[in-house]
């Protein structure tokens, strides 16, 4: 820019500072002031200075010549004094000291233009200058956010994660009071708070929930949702922002933050109840392998010895822990007690009442007479310490060895078969309902004798239910044929065989039931 007439008397050195201009911060404020000092010279001016919108005002940009300006001016158009001469710019405000007895300061071409670039570039670093703070502020910000995220990451412990959640929320905000809501069963419950109380809890209707219903006698709620993949899994809210100023809202940056630390919290949660879940599953596998070692207890440790017969017995649970059940007792005067039940359900209720099954019978065969006074006790003893649903099917008999009598009491299990040695089959039939299932039952024994060559099978449901996948039955047809084809095998060979046959049959099918399988040969 060349200079005006009324500009050519300036000094090329006021000039020269404007070519060329440092690309930084202290190029801006050189070049106003060079342009503000120019405008001076070329008024006869003590003093002028140079104002832009602010946050708070005019704010003061740049300042040349003698004398004290304010740092900042109010938005009336009145001067903050007589001293002063206000020019309303476009975009800003030129304040001037004139000298004593001078007239009011007139304007040239060249000056001008320059004054007009001076307020756009006061106002462009006003804006960078205010765009830098909000940049540091985020910077500032992200950098609580994340320390705040480290803390609460370090424990898995759910209750104390709770309320350090709470705690570093209210501290980061200022807030005076706060509460933390997580999700259980469609409900939102108070798990934590700081200040007055709070609403114990609310049903998750799926719709917006203000702060204000939270925090009801707050002046200046404000709620945001802890998400987890993009689910509500609970919610956390703070109030009233303390400040030297008292209790007032909080900003939209205080938004933004609380935003960012639901965010960190979210995760911190989601990690503590994933590692309590595991805790929990660990702990459960603990208590199924001690389940499972007192069942294998229960269990018989092998046959006893009986003259004149052979004895198996074969067990394998559905799950880690089943409710099948079989055991031989010994008895005066060389008989032996035969139990094979089976617990309705599977798992641990199922586990449970076959121990109470096994302590029963233990101490009811010794002290009643073996039949219906038997099954009479302990039907009462079944249905008075178990849950209502839950029963036994159960077969009970008492072998004599000198004259193969076999006398037995069938509780609504399934029939036994006896294969004579003369290839004919018999069915040991139900006597009775299963025990547990009514007070009053009745039952009945029944007696039939083993002859020479004749094999006893007792077996639970679980070998002939055994399905394949498309719902073929192994059924009773096929646990008699296994038991005609291996006439002649050792007991443990027919126990093998078994196996393998219902094995082979359910192919890649689960187990859907426990199995049981007792064997008793007399021999010839």
């Not at 709770?162 to 005076?176: M, Q, Y």
């Not at 233990?362 to 006790?377: K, S, T, Y």
């Amino acid at each position: 820019m060349s200079p005006g007439p009324a500009d050519r008397a300036l000094e090329p050195a006021v000039w020269a500072r404007f070519l060329p201009v440092p690309a930084d911060d202290s190029g801006d404020l050189l070049f106003l002031e060079g342009l503000l000092e120019l405008w001076c010279r070329s008024r006869e001016t003590a003093g002028a200075a140079l104002y832009v919108e602010g946050e708070r005002g005019l704010e003061r940009q740049a300042a040349f010549g003698s004398g004290t300006f304010p740092r900042r001016l109010a938005r009336t158009t009145a001067g903050p004094g007589p001293e002063f001469e206000r020019y309303d710019l476009s975009g800003g405000v030129l304040l001037v000291r004139p000298l004593p007895g001078a007239r009011k300061a007139s304007t040239t071409d060249s000056v001008d233009l320059l004054l007009a670039a001076g307020v756009r570039l006061a106002r462009l670093r006003e804006r960078w200058k205010r765009e830098q703070f909000q940049a540091n502020l985020k910077g500032v910000e992200l950098d609580a956010v994340y320390e705040v995220g480290l803390a609460i990451a370090s424990t898995l412990d759910l209750e104390r994660l709770t309320e350090e959640i709470l705690l570093r929320a209210v501290a980061l905000l200022d807030a005076r009071r706060g509460a933390l809501y997580l999700l259980e069963d469609d409900e939102f419950r108070l798990v934590s708070t700081i200040g007055s109380a709070a609403h114990a809890s609310f049903t998750d209707d799926g719709g917006a929930v203000t702060a204000a219903e939270l925090l009801p006698d707050a002046q200046h709620p404000m709620v945001t949702p802890i998400l987890v993949e993009g689910r509500r899994k609970g919610l956390l809210a703070v109030a009233d922002k303390e400040s030297r100023q008292g209790i007032g809202p909080f900003s939209s940056a205080d938004e933004r933050s609380l935003e960012l630390f639901a965010n960190q919290a979210a995760i911190a949660l989601e990690n503590a109840r994933l590692h309590q879940e595991a805790l929990e599953k660990e702990r459960l596998e603990r208590d199924l392998q001690l389940a499972a070692e007192i069942q294998r207890r229960i269990l018989p440790k092998g046959t006893p010895e009986i003259p004149g017969f052979e004895i198996a017995g074969w067990n394998r649970s559905a799950r880690e822990i089943g409710g099948d059940y079989y055991d031989f007792i010994p008895l005066a005067d060389s008989q032996l007690g035969i139990v094979l039940g089976d617990v309705s359900g599977k798992g641990v209720p199922a586990a449970l009442l076959v121990s109470t099954l096994h302590s029963a019978i233990r101490l009811l065969i010794d002290r009643l007479e073996f039949g219906p006074a038997l099954f009479h006790q302990l039907n009462r003893h079944i249905v008075e310490s178990s849950a209502p649903n839950k029963f036994v099917t159960l077969i009970v008999g008492r072998l004599e060895a000198a004259t193969g009598r076999f006398g037995y009491v069938n509780a609504g299990h399934n029939p036994g078969l006896v294969l004579r040695a003369d290839g004919t089959l018999e069915r040991l039939p139900a006597g009775g309902v299963p025990v547990g299932l009514l007070p009053q039952a009745s039952f009945l024994s029944q007696e039939l004798t083993l002859e020479p060559g004749d094999l006893l099978c007792l077996y639970s449901d679980g070998i002939t239910e055994c399905t394949t996948l498309d719902d073929r039955e192994f059924g009773e047809d096929g646990l008699i044929d296994v038991l005609r084809t291996t006439s002649g095998k050792t007991l443990q060979d027919i126990v093998d065989w078994i196996d393998g046959a219902v094995t082979d049959f359910a192919g890649d099918g689960p187990q859907g039931d426990d199995q049981t399988v007792v064997l008793i040969r007399r021999r010839g």
